[in-house]
T-cell receptor, first 115, second 110 residues
């Protein structure tokens, strides 16, 4: 199947700092990528849909000024958690949709810990 | 809105046992249906999919059939292995938006 990478896989930061997470589709171009958050032993919560060349679409309750998404190219979307706080600690997973299909391929996830 | 309901876990089986994880969905229109598997500390991997009624998705011995009449997409495997231990997610995608079930944890004991 298609490959999606995420970097970093794990990050620890201090409260108040910003953290950027990259999501790349390695072997296909993705006009649409998704960012999810997953709490322990729970399902995925869609945070936003990232569209190449346009603004991201955020789900209800997700602060767009806190979770900045940039989809600058057909293979790269970034999520920046601004002014991180301990409650932002979570597992963040991105996915990229294979063009002209409903199929998403997921990255391996990024474990964020805010101290 | 759309929703996906899957069998609550955890499910514990002995090696070579038969596996069924139930999944039902509600959706307007005709969604595509997916099963994903997640190993500890990792992202989700696509296991199989079906895009229309009566389609059967299959991969690595796992199967699921898209049943429109019962709005179901149950996951089955005839003989599980220890390496199948993971969390399994059922999902539907409709108009480009995906809805996930809560996940079912499977543990296979030797």
């Amino acid at each position: 199947g298609a490959v999606v990478s995420q970097h970093p896989s794990r990050v620890i930061c201090k409260s108040g700092t910003s953290v950027k997470i990259e999501c790349r589709s390695l072997d296909f171009q993705a006009t649409t990528m998704f960012w999810y958050r997953q709490f322990p032993k729970q399902s995925l919560m869609l945070m936003a849909t990232s569209n190449e060349g346009s603004k991201a679409t955020y789900e209800q309750g997700v602060e767009k000024d806190k979770f900045l998404i940039n989809h600058a190219s057909l293979t790269l979307s970034t999520l920046t958690v601004t002014s991180a706080h301990p409650e932002d600690s979570s597992f963040y997973i991105c996915s990229a949709r294979l063009p002209a299909t409903d199929t998403q391929y997921f990255g391996p996830g990024t474990r964020l810990t805010v101290l | 809105g759309d929703s996906v309901t899957q069998m609550e876990g955890p499910v514990t089986l002995s090696e070579e046992a038969f596996l069924t994880i139930n999944c039902t969905y509600t959706a307007t229109g005709y969604p595509s249906l997916f099963w994903y598997v997640q190993y500890p500390g990792e992202g989700l991997q696509l296991l199989l999919k079906a895009t229309k009624a009566d389609d059967k998705g299959s991969n690595k011995g796992f199967e699921a059939t898209y049943r429109k009449e019962t709005t179901s997409f149950h996951l089955e495997k005839g003989s599980v292995q220890v390496s199948d231990s993971a969390v399994y997610f059922c999902a539907s995608t409709n108009a480009g938006k995906s809805t996930f079930g809560d996940g079912t944890t499977l543990t296979v004991k030797p």
